[in-house]
């Protein structure tokens, strides 16, 4: 699974029995006679050969669910029980990437340089700010993972919920934390994409261990949701069609938000959102929805455009989530409901 001698003597053991017998979260053991040990996979039920007779056997006490025919959708092995064998300055689980949000000082009124991640509808979608931070932390991960990826593969075993990893698709690396192991799908997890706020079913293939140095930027995603506006029929969610058009206005565009509402306890913006693209015709997304009778307002809000900035070098990421959501027959479970 490693591709590593094991040393036993390194760790202070006599014998790799030993240090097998000490790792009762991977191995069920069994001496049958004086001879040597017969191991078995802890998280699966023992098989029919397993010995019924032994001089000593870990299986004769507090084996959990061992008759049970219970087998996990992932087997599982202590990270602590393997620390010793994961490549250097891996983040390890029970660390948690902190998440970014707009400055302390950023107020009311503000303006500030975004790109649109992901869109759940006109209430809920996330941004990142356009600062640089994201496209130099993107070009650091290729070039790490595109010649450290077997080095950093991840074993089936050591994948579990809340673990960071490093996950490759559309053919770049992207950060990621593992949200559920799917038990009734083969081969699958879902994960959170935490710079673009996509949540989605992934290969178990390709997954890394996410190295140290790029768990120290915050994740980029702060959750959004468009200013004074609202859908056209009271207590209904968005339409399918305000949710797809608002889609398109943000894909491939220069954007700038100026905040209309901070909710720093729960780390929600509430925005106009201004295309700028056009230098000479800027608009707001907010009040064009309303005008393409896709959205409303209790009151006529007047938004002030702002000055173009300049477009953000990678959208091809957020270019190819559009196509593949395009691409299928049912935007559920894309968006991870």
């Known amino acids: 699974m490693f591709c590593k001698d094991i040393n036993y003597e390194d760790f202070g053991y006599a014998s790799l029995s030993q240090l097998c017998i000490s790792l009762p979260s991977i191995f069920h053991y069994c001496r049958p006679s004086d001879s040597d040990f017969r191991l078995y996979d802890r998280n699966k039920p023992l098989p029919p050969s397993a010995e019924t007779k032994f001089t000593v056997a870990s299986y004769t006490v507090g084996s959990k669910n061992l008759n049970e025919g219970e087998i996990c959708a992932l087997p599982n092995i ?20 902190p998440r970014e949000f707009v400055p302390p000082e950023t107020k009311e009124g503000d303006t500030i340089k975004i790109g649109v ?12 700010l356009d600062y640089g931070n994201l496209d130099n932390l993107m070009d650091e991960l290729q070039d790490f993972y595109a010649t450290n990826a077997s080095r950093y593969s991840m074993p089936e075993s050591l ?47 390709d997954i890394c261990f996410l190295h140290e140095r790029f768990a120290e930027l915050p994740a980029q995603a702060i959750r959004c949701r468009l200013a004074d506006i609202c859908p056209t029929q009271e ?19 220069t954007i700038d938000a100026k905040v209309a509402r901070i909710n ?38 007047i938004i002030e455009t702002t000055r173009p900035v300049k477009e953000s070098k ?16 049912s935007e559920t479970e894309w968006q991870g409901d």
């Open 159 to 205: 994948i579990r919920e809340g673990v960071y990893c490093a996950k490759i698709i559309y053919g770049e690396y992207h950060r990621a934390v593992i949200v559920d192991v799917l038990p009734e799908v083969k081969d699958s997890i879902k994960v959170l994409f935490i710079d673009y706020g996509t949540m989605t079913k992934v290969p178990i293939k």
């Open 235 to 253: 207590c209904v969610p968005w339409s399918h069609d305000a949710t797809v058009t608002f889609r398109n206005m943000t894909r491939d565009r």
């Open 264 to 301: 720093r306890k729960e780390q929600i913006l509430e925005v106009y959102l201004i295309d700028v693209t056009n230098p000479s015709k800027p608009f707001c997304i907010n009040t064009r929805l309303v005008e393409l009778g896709l959205a409303t307002y209790p009151d006529q809000v």
């Open 117 to 128: 991640g992901e869109v759940f509808d006109l209430s809920k979608f996330w941004v990142y």
């Open 314 to 329: 990678r959208k091809v990421f957020l270019r190819l989530l559009a196509e593949k959501r395009k691409s299928r027959l």
């Open 78 to 97: 202590e990270w602590d029980d393997v620390e010793s064998f994961l490549p250097e300055s891996v983040y390890k689980p029970g660390n948690e990437i």
